[in-house]
């Protein structure tokens, strides 16, 4: 707000309330004071376009590349390779056991 020494009473107010319409400082405040001030003024977070769209969405593109895929419309050739040697381990008996079906649990039913 300016504030010149010889304003007259209407003009000091109509000045004050133009300020608080136009979303300036009423009162003339500190440096402290308006560093909070402007800091209220900025756009939040949030809503700023440059925060939010800082990383592209790779969520969401994984997830359509995965809807895709199972449609039919997109090829992942590594996870086919991943399924392939899955498979593979599976018709070769290379599977894994199931808990309580390894090595200790045979060699304690032998022993017991």
């Not at 304003?7 to 405040?29: H, K």
């Amino acid at each position: 707000m300016q504030f010149v020494p010889g304003m007259s009473n209407y003009a000091f107010r109509m000045t004050r309330l133009s300020n608080r319409i136009f979303g300036e400082v009423a009162r003339p405040t500190n440096g402290k004071s308006m560093k909070v001030v402007q800091l209220m003024q900025k756009r939040p977070a949030d809503l700023d376009p440059y925060i939010v769209d800082y990383y592209p969405p790779h969520e969401e593109y994984s997830k359509l590349i995965r809807v895709l895929r199972e449609h039919g419309l997109f090829r992942d050739e590594h996870l086919d390779f991943k399924e392939e040697m899955v498979r593979q381990k599976i018709l070769r008996g290379k599977v894994k056991p199931k808990p309580g079906q390894g090595k200790r649990a045979k060699a304690k039913e032998l022993l017991s």
